[in-house]
DNA sequence: ATCAATTTGGTACTTTAGTATGAAGGTCTT
DNA sequence: AAGACCTTCATACTAAAGTACCAAATTGAT
């Protein structure tokens, strides 16, 4: 939250900065007073494009982000994820045993199980389910 | 454009109130203008936000556009296209000859010169080298 | 009109994928 | 310790997926 606490301080300091402007302004002449308004009308209307931009790039990262708290709910086990990541990868029964160091009878029970707790008929389909639910990156 | 038009008309509109309050302020008593000033920075400030929570959703949707010029390059028809779009979506053969109208010897042709052009072995591996081109949506 | 590529479809075959079921050791909780 | 769950692996089977050829109608460009 280091983002968080420079935006609040640059805020803070603006602000600051912007009545002792105004104060100047009042005791030395109040025609410009629509001009210091309109500066800080300017300024707070930038900070408030840059606090978003901030928040709107992070977003931008999250989709990507797995959701872990979801397999819990679905009931998906360790080992199991650590296969279906495999196969997002595109690898075989086979290669996934390999990889994993797992026969290929474990990766298809691995596999079963997934397809079940995932609601879906095919490994393409648990794909497209996993990335629905957000348990896997993109 | 229609937000755009709706929010420069929103900003002007903040602009000319905020203005003839700053002049009431002026001429009623100058102790308030402090006040006056805090309630249109926070004003832009939340204009600024919404402006760019707005730009914001338009670019989250702007990463997974396809990439189609490559389809050319490596030599993929429109139907096998359309045939790999159907199993980004997790269907068998059977079920993408039914949604395009066509045999499943037909859609297993179309897989395997898929296979071929994206150098896969599996139809899963043929997605993962999809996304990498980015050639398929998410 | 001809030639190349696309699209469609078939048969026959091999290879993966997936199901069903059983079993055994490990871990964690009650 | 007993029960519940996870992990591992096996066998036997069915169902898809994928390969290899072949063939014919369609389309697009020269």
């Keep these: 939250m280091k983002k968080t ?3 609040f301080s640059a805020l803070i300091v603006s602000l600051l900065v912007l009545f ?9 002449g109040n025609s410009r ?7 800080i009308a300017i300024v707070f209307f930038g900070i408030g494009l840059y606090v978003n931009r901030r928040s709107a790039s992070k977003k931008n990262l999250e989709p990507q982000q797995v959701d872990l708290d ?6 998906i086990s360790k080992r ?3 296969v279906l990541v495999e196969i997002a990868k595109g690898l075989s029964n086979k290669e996934i045993g390999d990889t994993l160091h797992l026969s290929e009878s474990t990766v ?3 596999v079963s199980n997934l397809l079940v707790k995932l609601d879906a008929k095919r490994r393409t389909q648990a794909l497209q389910r996993a990335k ?3 348990i896997i990156a993109i």
């Design 5 to 7: 606490i420079f935006v």
């Design 20 to 28: 002792k402007i105004s104060t100047y302004s009042y005791t030395s």
């Design 33 to 39: 007073i629509e001009y210091v308004i309109s500066g």
């Design 70 to 75: 979801k397999l819990e709910d679905l009931g």
């Design 80 to 82: 199991e994820y650590e």
């Design 108 to 110: 298809k029970t691995h």
């Design 132 to 134: 629905e639910l957000n």
